[in-house]
Every structure is written in C-alpha cells, then in structure tokens.
C-alpha cells in the first residue's frame, strides 16, 4: 500500500466551477498535510498546509482534513484556467520525519 | 513562503563532464534539504537527503559516489552529478525544510548531458 494515494486524473472542469481534489494516507501518525501545484516544466509550488482536523480556507483554496477516514481534500472555488496544473498531496509523519509525494492529479480548467 | 534558490537553472555539458547545482534557502536557514529528480512527465523522485554538517542520506538505487551532495552550511546544499552521461538528464530540484516540515522548491534545475 502506498504512504499517500491520489486519482491521477485527468480532472476536468469548466472555468467558474469547484475543482475537487482528493487524497488518502496509510499512517494515522501523520501529522502535517499539505498541497502542491506544479506548472508543467516547473517545480513545485506550496499552495496549502493543514495540521488539524476540518477546513483551513486561503482565498479560493479550502483544504480539508479528517484524520479519522485518513483523507484530506483539496477545493478550489471559481476555478480558472490558470489553475490548470498537476496537484499534489504530501504527508509529513514526525516519527522518523518521513515526507511522502502522491503522485499527483492533473487538473484542466476548460474556459 | 520561504525562498529556495538554485543556480545553474539550465545546463548543457558533454558525457563525462561533472556539473554542480547549488541549492540556496534564502531568508530562513534550512537544516533540512532534500534533493529531487523528475523525468518528463513522470512523479518526483527523492534522490537523497542532505543535512547541515552531515553525510547526506541517499535513497535506494541512488549511486551516492555518482550523485555527491555538500550541505556545508544552513544556507546552502550543492549537488554534483559526476561523469555525467545522456541518462542523468533529467529535472533536478532541490527543497529546503521550514519549521513546521513543510518543504520550499526551488526552481529547478534542467540538465541536458550530450
């Protein structure tokens, strides 16, 4: 099983709607969560971080965090096509401080 | 966020050549970096991690006399890709750990070997 599992997409969305983004984990003592947007050709860009359980909104991202199902969402409100990108889950686990990478979900915003 | 440097940010060399990459956090100090490759199209790798004043940890399948990382200073964590061949070209990207174990990319690091 992998430390962090996420829906490689493509996603699809038309400009103005909710892009709704999905991640699991295996290890119930991961502490910190948190997403990634990556341009194509470019590196990684930290866009969300979420340490305790429910919703932690910054401007149109909200993430979404339940420790119990394992699970943190990642939505986005009035998507654009700017937003179109590969998104990416990351685990942080103190106890040995493991990171884990999904392996990301390609997101298209359709004008 | 913090601010995480690399320099070059593109390199061509011939096969056999050694080619350093210099990862920089700039306004915060990082005892923690992390050294990432990326093939096109493809996840994140995780080369190695390199921490302040010590041997840099490498992860499997990772040749660390090929790949040598230097973390000297808390600002500062090169990488130096040794005899390079057509292979090795790839996305090379750096992050720096914050305090709260997130991580900065830098901006990466193309590297094409002829």
């Known amino acids: 099983q992998k430390e962090v599992e996420q829906n490689s997409g493509p996603l699809s969305v038309p400009e103005g709607a909710i892009a709704s983004l999905n991640c699991t984990y295996s290890?119930?003592?991961?502490?910190?969560f948190f997403w990634y947007r990556q341009y194509s050709g470019k590196s990684p860009e930290l866009i969300m971080s979420i340490y305790s359980n429910g919703d932690k909104e910054d401007g149109r991202f909200t993430a979404q965090l339940n420790k119990a199902s394992q699970y943190v969402s990642l939505l986005i409100r009035d998507s654009q096509p700017s937003d179109s990108a590969t998104y990416l889950c990351?685990?942080?686990?103190?106890?040995?401080?493991?990171?884990?990478f999904g392996t990301g979900t390609s997101l298209t915003v359709i004008p | 966020g913090a601010v995480v440097s690399q320099h070059p940010s593109r390199v061509i060399c011939k096969s056999g050549t050694s080619v350093k990459i210099e990862c920089r956090s700039l306004?915060?100090?990082?005892?923690?970096m992390f050294w990432y490759r990326q093939f096109p199209k493809q996840s994140l790798m995780l080369m190695a991690t390199s921490n302040e004043g010590s041997k840099a940890t490498y992860e499997q399948g990772v040749e660390k006399d090929k790949f040598l990382i230097n973390h000297a200073s808390l600002t500062l964590s090169t990488l130096t890709v040794t005899s390079a061949h057509p292979e090795d070209s790839s996305f090379y990207i750096c992050s720096a750990r914050g305090v709260r174990y997130e991580q900065f990319f830098g901006p990466g690091t193309r590297l094409t070997v002829l």
């Open positions: 306004d915060f100090q990082a005892t923690t």
């Open positions: 990351a685990v942080n686990r103190r106890t040995g401080n493991q990171f884990y």
């Open positions: 290890d119930r003592v991961s502490q910190s």
